[in-house]
């Protein structure tokens, strides 16, 4: 075997290479990770509650409603709960400097009535970041 | 990070004297590993390493597994306030929905119009929360009085969705589709929650979310008055229509599909209506029942707290503290 056919083998591998890279880009970016959870993954990696997702202002990301919540970020699509495991940076810019808003409807049992915390609903208190291939915003 | 070592690890087949037949075998095996690898990084790096997590139906609704008072608060709403039915769901998702700055003017606009198509039933509702209250601290309450207080509440909710117009028309128009994906979610959130908050509590244990877990854990009751109220609940809700809640389900099925999608007619949920009716009718006259039923077994001190509870809520609208 010459050192040009180890050469020409080499360049049809990097074509592979990027070839299978290129098409996990286009493909959705979930191969590979997206796997079925075991069943006791919920109790390590809770999704939110519907109190949560009822009550609380989500930041819109590559086209998607997505909540802070017990230190990740989860959004809704096809029916599944995602997060992800590195937090993109807008929204961590997003959570530092105005963290997503939660309505409070009633005073539980002699608490303050009623009010928001933690930021204000509207345009500072989400937010719409990206626009990806899921959705996007006008 | 394993495979990266193990391709390094291997990148020592290049070793100067190899023969060529071995470092042919090894190059194969470093390009495998290479696109492999290839493959894995730009994923990470492309997609923010998202992960899946297990397909769900819905999310856990109990307000314990949120953990805090603004869950809570949330369950306590839904306990008291029925008045607006599917449509109180739609406008207490815009409290949260978080709209871009050039929309906030015009959704405003539009809960304003939800909010006003919802004042008749409110006001019914103010009536029959006020009417349990003066029952409830003067230890009778007037059974005549409180059934027609219902049936106001029930027939003033089931003109809401008609006098509602096309409110959700100019709403569909003015969201952006992730935003309309955002309020679905939530009005399913808002639904869930509303089962657990007005939970059947006739069975043995008090479900902690419905109405006579709170009050037990807001006024200390013993188990003795737990039976009692659960044993006249069980009688006062005789008469009560049940509530199917797959009626509720597919109304929401039908809402939440046609309001994702690019083009929307309120006037194709032509069973609105009816499932509000269903729904306010029946939660108004559980809330009536429960109140009739805890009000002969509390004591003196015990009313006292629970009336003021009930004028806490009447005289609280929610509706009148935001504007999204």
Not at chain 2, 127 to 142: E, N
Not at chain 2, 301 to 323: I, M, V
Request: hydrophobic content about 40%.
């Amino acid at each position: 075997m010459t050192r040009r056919t180890t050469s020409r083998a080499f360049g049809r591998g990097f074509l592979r290479a990027a070839f299978c890279a290129s098409l996990c880009l286009v493909t959705g970016c979930e191969v590979g990770v997206a796997a079925e959870y075991p069943d006791d993954y919920y109790g390590e990696y809770g999704y939110p509650p519907d109190a949560y997702i009822a009550t609380t202002a989500p930041v819109y990301y590559d086209g998607y409603p997505t909540y802070w919540y017990n230190g990740g970020w989860y959004y809704r699509a096809g029916g599944r709960w995602n997060h992800y495991d590195r937090e993109p940076a807008p929204l961590y810019e997003r959570r530092v400097h105005a963290p997503p808003a939660r309505r409070n409807y009633e005073p539980a049992f002699g608490r303050a009535r009623g009010g928001f915390r933690g930021g204000h609903v509207g345009g500072s208190g989400g937010g719409h970041f990206g626009g990806g291939a899921h959705g996007g915003h006008r | 990070m394993s495979v990266i070592l193990y391709a390094l690890s291997h990148g020592t087949a290049f070793r100067i004297g190899m023969s060529m037949t071995s470092t042919w075998t090894a190059c194969k095996r470093t390009i495998g590993l290479a696109a492999f690898v290839l493959t894995s990084v730009g994923t990470t790096l492309a997609c923010g390493a998202h992960s899946t997590t297990q397909r769900v139906a819905s999310s856990p609704a109990s307000a314990e597994d949120s953990g805090d008072d603004v869950a809570m608060g949330l369950m306590e709403h839904h306990r008291y306030h029925h008045h607006g039915g599917l449509t109180l769901f739609v406008l207490m998702s815009l409290d949260t929905i978080s709209v871009s700055p050039a929309e906030q003017t015009a959704v405003s606009g539009i809960r304003n119009d939800l909010v006003a198509s919802m004042a008749p039933a409110r006001l019914a509702e103010q009536a029959l929360m006020t009417q349990l209250a003066d029952g409830v601290a003067a230890g009778s309450l007037d059974g005549q009085k409180v059934e027609r207080a219902v049936t106001e509440v029930t027939n003033a909710a089931r003109v809401i969705h008609e006098a509602s117009g096309d409110v959700l028309d100019r709403l569909h128009a003015a969201l952006s589709p992730s935003e309309r994906t955002a309020l679905v979610d939530k009005v399913d959130a808002h639904w869930r929650v509303w089962q657990r908050a007005n939970a059947d509590e006739t069975g043995s244990a008090p479900d902690e979310g419905g109405h006579l877990g709170a009050l037990a854990a807001e006024l200390h009751l013993t188990e003795d008055q737990l039976d009692r109220v659960r044993s006249a609940l069980r009688d006062g809700m005789k008469a009560v229509p049940p509530l199917d809640p797959k009626e509720v389900d597919a109304e929401l099925r039908g809402f939440g599909d046609a309001f994702r999608g690019a083009t929307f007619d309120v006037r194709a949920l032509t069973t609105a209506s009816d499932a509000d009716a269903h729904m306010v009718g029946w939660a108004v006259a559980h809330l009536a029942r429960f109140v009739e039923a805890a009000s002969g077994v509390l004591t003196t001190e015990q009313r006292a707290a629970f009336a003021e509870r009930l004028r806490g809520h009447a005289a609280h609208d929610p509706s009148t503290e935001t504007s999204p």
